[in-house]
């Protein structure tokens, strides 16, 4: 289970600090890299959904 981040991303940060592996790069939409440790906090802490399983 692999996940995304869609173009619904705000770049607001939620999940940045929730991320236990740093996997979350910053930009105009936040990407996931290979560090991404499949743990979901990042859904949790995403306030409008826009990180989803690939």
Do not use: H, R, W
Request: hydrophobic share 35%.
């Amino acid at each position: 289970m692999a996940f995304k981040i869609t173009e619904e991303c705000l770049a607001c940060g939620a999940c940045l600090d929730e991320c236990p592996s740093n996997a979350i790069e910053e930009g105009d939409i936040y990407v996931i890299n290979d560090q991404c440790a499949e743990c979901g906090l990042c859904v949790d802490a995403c306030p409008t959904g826009a990180i989803i399983e690939e």
